[in-house]
Protein backbone atom coordinates (compact mmCIF):
# COMPACT_ATOMS: atom_id res chain seq x y z
CA UNK A 1 0.00 0.00 0.00
CA UNK A 2 1.68 3.07 -0.91
CA UNK A 3 0.28 6.79 -0.89
CA UNK A 4 1.17 10.10 -2.53
CA UNK A 5 -0.50 13.09 -1.11
CA UNK A 6 0.45 16.34 -2.93
CA UNK A 7 0.00 20.15 -1.26
CA UNK A 8 0.72 23.91 -2.11
CA UNK A 9 -1.83 24.78 -5.09
CA UNK A 10 -3.81 27.54 -5.26
CA UNK A 11 -4.15 30.99 -6.80
CA UNK A 12 -1.40 32.94 -8.06
CA UNK A 13 -1.02 36.35 -10.23
CA UNK A 14 0.79 35.94 -13.19
CA UNK A 15 4.55 36.43 -12.78
CA UNK A 16 4.19 34.86 -9.25
CA UNK A 17 5.46 32.11 -7.19
CA UNK A 18 4.46 28.77 -6.08
CA UNK A 19 5.75 25.52 -4.09
CA UNK A 20 4.06 22.57 -4.62
CA UNK A 21 5.11 19.16 -2.19
CA UNK A 22 4.28 15.48 -2.51
CA UNK A 23 5.07 13.01 0.26
CA UNK A 24 4.96 9.17 -0.22
CA UNK A 25 4.19 6.90 2.14
CA UNK A 26 3.19 3.39 3.06
CA UNK A 27 5.41 0.17 3.07
CA UNK A 28 8.14 1.18 0.44
CA UNK A 29 11.38 -0.42 0.11
CA UNK A 30 12.66 2.11 -2.34
CA UNK A 31 11.74 4.94 -4.82
CA UNK A 32 13.28 5.28 -8.18
CA UNK A 33 12.46 8.33 -10.21
CA UNK A 34 9.93 11.01 -9.10
CA UNK A 35 7.85 13.70 -11.34
CA UNK A 36 5.50 16.20 -11.69
CA UNK A 37 2.71 15.99 -14.48
CA UNK A 38 -0.21 18.40 -15.56
CA UNK A 39 -3.41 18.03 -16.77
CA UNK A 40 -6.34 20.26 -18.19
CA UNK A 41 -9.82 19.57 -19.28
CA UNK A 42 -9.83 18.59 -22.68
CA UNK A 43 -5.96 17.87 -22.62
CA UNK A 44 -3.87 14.76 -22.19
CA UNK A 45 -1.97 14.41 -19.05
CA UNK A 46 1.74 16.14 -19.66
CA UNK A 47 5.17 15.66 -18.58
CA UNK A 48 6.43 18.71 -16.92
CA UNK A 49 9.27 17.25 -14.81
CA UNK A 50 10.92 14.11 -13.07
CA UNK A 51 13.92 13.66 -11.38
CA UNK A 52 16.47 10.59 -10.41
CA UNK A 53 17.51 9.85 -7.14
CA UNK A 54 20.75 10.82 -7.54
CA UNK A 55 19.32 14.59 -8.64
CA UNK A 56 19.45 14.54 -11.99
CA UNK A 57 16.31 15.72 -13.88
CA UNK A 58 14.59 16.61 -16.79
CA UNK A 59 11.71 19.15 -17.85
CA UNK A 60 9.72 19.96 -20.47
CA UNK A 61 10.70 22.35 -22.78
CA UNK A 62 7.72 24.65 -21.42
CA UNK A 63 9.20 25.03 -18.56
CA UNK A 64 12.55 25.37 -18.53
CA UNK A 65 14.18 28.26 -16.63
CA UNK A 66 11.17 28.68 -14.94
CA UNK A 67 10.39 25.33 -12.68
CA UNK A 68 13.22 23.43 -10.72
CA UNK A 69 12.49 20.03 -9.26
CA UNK A 70 14.08 18.75 -5.91
CA UNK A 71 13.64 15.54 -3.70
CA UNK A 72 14.26 14.39 -0.47
CA UNK A 73 14.91 10.65 -0.07
CA UNK A 74 14.98 10.38 4.29
CA UNK A 75 11.39 11.96 3.63
CA UNK A 76 10.45 9.95 0.28
CA UNK A 77 9.04 13.40 -0.95
CA UNK A 78 9.21 15.21 -3.95
CA UNK A 79 8.92 19.24 -4.64
CA UNK A 80 7.77 21.59 -7.28
CA UNK A 81 9.35 25.42 -6.93
CA UNK A 82 7.49 27.54 -9.94
CA UNK A 83 8.60 31.12 -10.37
CA UNK A 84 7.21 33.64 -13.71
CA UNK A 85 4.30 31.55 -14.17
CA UNK A 86 1.99 32.22 -16.88
CA UNK A 87 -1.92 31.63 -16.88
CA UNK A 88 -0.95 28.88 -19.30
CA UNK A 89 0.31 26.76 -16.24
CA UNK A 90 -3.24 26.78 -14.83
CA UNK A 91 -3.75 22.72 -14.74
CA UNK A 92 -4.41 20.04 -11.92
CA UNK A 93 -0.83 19.23 -10.67
CA UNK A 94 -0.01 15.33 -10.58
CA UNK A 95 3.18 13.83 -8.61
CA UNK A 96 4.44 10.43 -9.58
CA UNK A 97 6.71 8.18 -7.85
CA UNK A 98 8.65 4.85 -9.17
CA UNK A 99 8.35 2.34 -6.09
CA UNK A 100 9.34 -0.75 -5.37
CA UNK A 101 7.00 -1.89 -2.44
CA UNK A 102 6.76 -4.72 0.00
CA UNK A 103 5.34 -7.74 -1.42
CA UNK A 104 6.27 -6.46 -5.30
CA UNK A 105 9.37 -7.70 -7.64
CA UNK A 106 8.78 -5.06 -10.42
CA UNK A 107 8.44 -1.45 -9.87
CA UNK A 108 5.47 -0.11 -10.01
CA UNK A 109 4.57 3.75 -11.01
CA UNK A 110 2.22 5.91 -8.16
CA UNK A 111 -0.13 8.63 -8.16
CA UNK A 112 -0.64 11.87 -6.01
CA UNK A 113 -4.78 12.71 -6.52
CA UNK A 114 -3.21 16.17 -7.80
CA UNK A 115 -3.41 19.95 -6.62
CA UNK A 116 -5.29 22.44 -8.65
CA UNK A 117 -2.90 25.63 -9.56
CA UNK A 118 -4.60 28.85 -11.10
CA UNK A 119 -2.64 31.67 -12.68
CA UNK A 120 -4.72 34.54 -12.75
CA UNK A 121 -4.77 38.18 -12.36
Known amino acids: QVHLVESGGGLVQPGGSLSLSCAAS????????MGWYRQTPGKQREFVTT???????DYADSVKGRFTISRDNTKNTVYLQMSSLKPEDTAVYYC???????????????WGQGTQVTVSS
Open 51 to 57: INPDGSA
Open 26 to 33: GWIVSIRA
Open 96 to 110: SAVVAATSEYSLNTY
